[in-house]
Each structure stands twice: as structure tokens, then as C-alpha cells.
């Protein structure tokens, strides 16, 4: 089984900063893309960050500058580094990763449970 634990919500206020973390374990061969979305209530879930296994990133433009994205291949984790937050970046946040099977050795796509970060003064 694979598992996508997701750490560092909360309640922030407008322009403080966060960091989320997201650690992958379980049967996994190798991991080629991981990353966070979001969705906020009465919205659609929608890509904030991904990156890839070589470092290639790609973004939200809503996010752009302010937030980063970092990954540790060796730990299977993946962070989010949140700044400058706005009112507007609240949402519950998940994690992604897709990557290749350690036991089925095909393409699998997993998602974390989603944690809350509020954005609030």
C-alpha cells in the first residue's frame, strides 16, 4: 500500500507564511511527479505546484513568487514553502504524487488526505 502524509497546515494571518510537507512510503518503485493542489469551498480542485523527479516545476500563476516547491527524492517528500499568503490561498491543499508501482510496476497516481490552511486576520 502507499501512503501520502501531508504536515504544516493551519490558520495564518494575511501575509505570514506556512510550509507543507507531504511523505510518500509504501510499494513505490519510482516517483516521477509530485505536487499540491488545492480546492476551495465551491471551487474546483486546481494545480498550485508540481515537480518532477529532475527538478522541473510548474506553477499557478497565482502563486508565482510567493510560494516555492522543493523536493527530496531520497525521503520521498515533497515541500511547499507558502509566502506573502493571501486571504484568497485558503483552501484545503493536497498532495499528489505520481510515480511507478513498486509490486505492479505500472504508472499509479495517489493523492493525500488534504490539509486545511486558512488564511485570515
Known amino acids: 500500500q502507499v501512503q501520502l502524509v501531508e504536515s504544516g497546515g493551519g490558520l495564518v494571518q494575511p501575509g505570514g507564511s506556512l510550509r507543507l510537507s507531504c511523505a510518500a512510503s509504501g510499494s513505490i518503485f519510482s516517483i516521477y511527479t509530485m505536487g499540491w493542489y488545492r480546492q476551495a469551498p465551491g471551487k474546483q480542485r486546481e494545480l498550485v505546484a508540481r515537480?518532477?523527479?529532475?527538478?522541473?516545476?510548474t506553477w499557478s500563476d497565482s502563486v508565482k513568487g510567493r510560494f516555492t516547491i522543493s523536493r527530496d527524492n531520497a525521503k520521498k517528500t515533497v515541500y511547499l514553502q507558502m509566502n506573502s499568503l493571501k486571504p484568497e490561498d485558503t483552501a484545503v491543499y493536497y498532495c499528489n504524487a505520481f510515480f511507478v508501482g513498486g509490486m505492479s510496476r505500472s504508472m499509479e497516481d495517489y493523492w493525500g488526505q488534504g490539509t486545511q490552511v486558512t488564511v485570515s486576520s
Open positions: 515537480i518532477t523527479s529532475g527538478g522541473f516545476t
